[in-house]
Antibody, heavy 121, light 110 residues
């Protein structure tokens, strides 16, 4: 059974940093691209960042480019999102999502339950 | 303001059919495949349709997708109360070089 378990969310002050993690199991992690998708409270979905199976292809939404860094450790079956210079508008539930293929197709066939990030003073 | 436009809400009676539209442009739907997601209250989204009209294993054929020009449509037949959810379309935008989603459509099964 595919499982994606996010962690690392919490309350953080504007301008500070946070690192999210996603532990994957139930599939061959290094065969698939992975993504972070967020959802602000009561709002719609926003794709944040994606990374190919071998980290050779990485992309970011304009809203986070230069502040967030996606990475993965295939040996640990883990995906990460380093978030710096956090802003109030980054407040959201952050989902880890598996892609249908190794090079991003941007089809998210499995999702975690999300980790909540709240940016507030 | 979302790049892809969906109606905020649709409704229909149990057993009936409903369609949800997703309107874009030549830089997204017009030249890229569309996916659809269902988000039940309090849960993570679920992939319903990819490549405009393909269903992942386990998704019933009550759900269908189509694309024409710069618009896409999700169809749901034999509506059930359990279909009440938010539905999102998504696609790659070649001009922005990002994945974009519609604003979501809330389906109410009356």
């Amino acid at each position: 059974e595919v499982q994606l378990v996010e962690s690392g969310g919490g309350l953080v002050q504007p301008g500070r940093s946070l690192r999210l993690s996603c532990a994957a199991s139930g599939f061959t992690f290094d065969d698939y691209a992975m993504h972070w998708v967020r959802q602000a409270p009561g709002k719609g979905l926003e794709w944040v960042s994606g990374i190919s199976w071998n980290s050779g292809s990485i992309a970011y939404a304009d809203s986070v480019k230069g502040r967030f860094t996606i990475s993965r450790d295939n040996a640990k079956n883990s995906l990460y999102l380093q978030m710096n210079s956090l802003r109030a508008e980054d407040t959201a539930l952050y989902y880890c999502a598996k892609d249908l293929s190794g090079s991003p197709d941007y089809y998210f066939d499995y999702w975690g339950q999300g980790t909540l990030v709240t940016v507030s003073s | 303001q979302s790049v892809l436009t969906q109606p905020p809400s649709v409704s229909a009676a149990p057993g009936q059919k409903v369609t949800i539209s997703c309107s874009g442009s030549s830089s997204n739907i017009g030249n890229n495949y569309v996916s659809w997601y269902q988000q039940l209250p309090g849960t993570a989204p679920k992939l319903l349709i990819y490549d405009n009209n393909k269903r992942p294993s386990g998704i019933p054929d009550r759900f269908s997708g189509s694309q024409s020009g710069t618009s896409a449509t999700l169809g749901i037949t034999g509506l059930q109360t359990g279909d009440e959810a938010d539905y999102y379309c998504g696609t790659w935008d070649s001009s922005l070089s990002v994945e974009v989603f519609g604003g979501g459509t809330k389906l109410t099964v009356l």
